[in-house]
């Protein structure tokens, strides 16, 4: 639990006004400052480039382009990271760490053969009206995201949270400067920018990777054997990302919502802008949800299950149990408070927003329970997390589980009772979700020091 733990410990203990909003800093931008990064990218790359390219609609296709990369890469390696990362936590816990090394390069083998193998199938039968460069670079943004995935995910599990910001910065920055330099090849020289940056963020992320694991071995498989991976984590991974994105999956294949941009792949303007500018707003949750996680949290988890383990006594840990409930409620109950100020935000200046961005009001609406919704997947997340550190598999795969069922469902059901309804069905699962989810975490605190000490198996 060391890490991003230790460095905002260190802020929050000088007890300043300045120290807890460095530490709220800090926690905001490694939380949120890879995809933030992603997002900036791509608008500046865009917003540079209208009057550049012809036709304009080009940039919108490169646009358009990298999200489907982006959304089909996370639901692809969801399969492998909670699982990976699961793999190597026991690996450094039983330390065995000269295993950690050989597997991820193993894995990343896995990923890029694989996603090779459907991307090159997609380039040849999906997009075969296109150009072969372009076909090319999708193929090679396919692959390397999908390896970037896995390396994000593997950093994260091992808490080098700077060092990943670091990279995505480079990585991005570069990315928006050789897109801008390629820009007047129009589409290709897009996308031929974007890949620069990638493969650069891929090897910065990969030279981490190396230099902080030794091994003699170069490649193993241990991760793949039987009893090794944990076949809960490879479908919470799955059906979280899934989740995230049916939705959004559904809005661009209805015709009614969405329109033909390149090849088979479509967007939908009345739903994609007012999802982008919503999600912005959870910053600030993201952060107090770092902050309550990796400090307090934390803290009252190391020490119950050291006083578990090295034979405490029952006060010290019903005293360790009981802190671990009052931060989980105070956290849960700061990211609530915290996205309801964010909303409130974006409530008032949200249609000045939508006129600086040369947006229709109409879409305002549309916005505000967007808005809710974000605010409620940072929640789900807390109550993940923590259920993820005590260890509840099977509770947090029922949960990703329903998410995708119910978001596609209300999803489908909205759709049919027209635009007053859009956006609803996103947020209605997330609520129904959320609300389960803390009912379960509620009990399974209540019941904590009996389940750890009585259903050992």
């Known amino acids: 639990m060391a890490g991003i733990g230790f460095e905002l410990r260190k802020l929050l203990k000088r007890d300043t006004l300045l120290g807890l909003f460095q530490a709220y800093a800090y926690a905001g931008i490694i939380s949120s400052g890879p995809w933030v990064l992603s997002i900036v990218g791509l608008l500046i790359i865009g917003l540079l480039s209208i009057s550049v390219v012809i036709p304009a609609i080009q940039v919108q296709q490169f646009q358009v382009s990298v999200t489907y990369l982006i959304a089909f890469s996370l639901i692809l390696t969801g399969l492998a990271q909670l699982a990976f990362t699961r793999f190597v936590s026991d690996q450094l816990f039983g330390k065995r760490d000269e295993l950690v090394l050989p597997n991820y390069t193993a894995l990343t083998l896995v990923v890029t053969a694989l996603s090779g193998v459907l991307g090159g199938a997609a380039i040849v039968f999906l997009f075969g009206g296109e150009s072969v460069v372009y076909r090319l670079l999708m193929l090679a943004g396919f692959v390397l995201m999908s390896n970037i995935w896995i390396a994000t995910i593997f950093l994260s599990g091992l808490k080098q949270y700077r060092e990943i910001?670091?990279?995505?910065?480079?990585?991005?920055?570069?990315?928006?400067?050789?897109?801008?330099?390629?820009?007047?090849?129009?589409?290709?020289?897009?996308?031929?920018?974007?890949?620069?940056?990638?493969?650069?963020?891929?090897?910065?992320?990969?030279?981490?990777?190396?230099?902080?694991?030794?091994?003699?071995?170069?490649?193993?498989?241990?991760m793949f054997r039987r009893g090794a991976a944990y076949p809960s984590l490879i479908f919470i991974g799955l059906f979280y990302n899934l989740g995230v994105w049916i939705d959004k999956f559904m809005f661009w294949s209805f015709a009614p919502t969405s329109e033909a941009v390149i090849g088979p792949l479509r967007a939908s303007l009345i739903y994609d802008l007012p999802v982008f500018l919503a999600y912005l707003s959870i910053i600030p949750g993201m952060a107090v949800f770092l902050v309550r996680l990796e400090t307090d949290f934390v803290e009252h988890y190391d020490h119950f299950y050291d006083a578990v383990r090295s034979g405490g006594s029952l006060a010290s840990i019903e005293r360790s149990r009981n802190g671990m409930v009052e931060t989980v409620r105070l956290g849960l109950s700061e990211i609530a408070r915290i996205q309801a100020i964010a909303a409130l935000v974006v409530f008032v200046v949200g249609e000045s927003l939508l006129k600086l961005l040369d947006i229709s009001e109409l879409f305002l609406p549309l916005l505000y329970i967007d808005t809710i919704a974000a605010g409620l997947q940072v929640v789900l997340l807390g109550i993940l997390n923590v259920m993820f550190y005590l260890d509840r598999r099977r509770a947090v795969l029922a949960l990703t589980g329903m998410f995708v069922l119910l978001n596609f469902g209300f999803t489908a059901l909205t759709l049919a009772l027209g635009p007053a309804y859009y956006g609803y069905g996103f947020a209605g699962a997330l609520l129904i979700v959320v609300l389960i989810g803390l009912v379960n975490l509620d009990r399974t605190l209540e019941r904590l020091e009996f389940e750890t000490f009585m259903l050992q198996t």
């Open 165 to 222: 910001v670091i990279a995505y910065f480079i990585g991005y920055g570069l990315s928006v400067v050789a897109a801008l330099a390629l820009r007047k090849l129009g589409l290709e020289g897009l996308l031929m920018g974007y890949v620069i940056g990638q493969v650069v963020l891929f090897v910065g992320m990969l030279s981490l990777v190396l230099r902080n694991h030794r091994a003699q071995r170069f490649m193993s498989f241990e």
